[in-house]
């Protein structure tokens, strides 16, 4: 009697271990099976924020070309009098574009991204396993080998998906940032344009007053010294007549 309990007590015992090692074995194989995925989602997706990195290029071109116009105007020209308006929002519009650029330098560098080995790779180390594995049991060799290749593939999707998740989000985060700060700074500067024409505006009437009151002043004098001229020559021509009559 005791030894059919010791019996119906391993045999409870073997078969929950088995079912264990099973669900285990499901466990890992829809592990891997996720991880697998989760990698050639994340090698896709870097293709498409590589498509992204293009994008800020034309927004870039048009925010230096904006800048670089007011710069060669006011600092290099001096076409406008100093404008607190001006100067503050073209200032912080340029600070906006410098720090777009450091986003979009993050953007692009400093990444490493991880990949699979070739099935050529993946051959060779199956191999080399089976070798190692038939000096320990011919038999068994194979099944070992393909065990280990499941284990190093699990392990491989699990570290490079992981690594190339975080390149991915980072990128993704640096460039979001990027067209945030370069699309403020294009509406600053677009804003800076106001003051910077009304201060135009205001010089140009103030250039206009200063000649047409300069013109007025020149023809009053030029008016005053005709009419000296004239009173001058209406005094001249009695004296030169009584002159005459004595001759």
């Known amino acids: 009697c005791e ?9 409870q015992y073997t078969n929950v271990s088995y079912k264990s090692e099973i669900n285990y074995r499901m466990d890992f194989d829809e592990r891997l099976k996720a991880y697998e995925n989760r990698y050639i989602h994340e090698i896709d997706t870097r293709e498409k924020i590589e498509a992204r990195v293009k994008t800020p290029f034309a927004i870039f071109l048009v925010v230096f070309t904006l800048i670089g116009f007011l710069f060669k105007e006011t600092v290099l020209l001096g076409n406008l009098n100093f404008d607190w308006t001006f100067w503050a929002s073209y ?6 574009f410098v720090i777009s650029v450091c986003f979009f330098l993050r953007a692009l560098y400093g990444y490493h991204y991880l990949l699979m080995p070739t ?3 993946l051959e060779e180390y199956l191999e080399k396993t089976i070798e190692e594995y038939s000096k320990v049991d011919a038999g068994k060799a194979k099944s070992w080998a393909k065990e280990a290749l499941k284990e190093y593939l699990f392990e491989s999707y699990l570290k490079y998906a992981s690594q190339n998740t975080k390149n ?3 990128k993704s985060l640096n460039i979001s ?3 945030g700060t370069l699309i403020t700074s294009f509406i600053i500067i677009c804003a800076s344009y106001l003051p910077y024409y009304a201060g135009i505006l205001e010089q140009t009437e103030n250039n206009n007053v200063q000649q047409t009151a300069t013109a007025t002043t020149s023809t009053t ?22 002159k005459a009559k004595v001759k």
């Not at 200032?91 to 906006?96: E, G, K, R």
């Not at 009419?227 to 030169?240: D, I, L, V």
Request: proline share 4%.
């Open 119 to 121: 099935p050529e790779v």
């Open 168 to 170: 991915n989000d980072t």
């Open 177 to 179: 940032r990027c067209l």
């Open 91 to 96: 200032v912080l519009s340029a600070l906006f």
């Open 221 to 242: 004098e030029r008016s005053e010294r005709s009419a000296t001229g004239q009173t001058s020559e209406a005094h001249a021509s009695p004296a030169a007549s009584g």
């Open 3 to 11: 030894y059919q309990i010791r019996q119906s007590a391993h045999a």
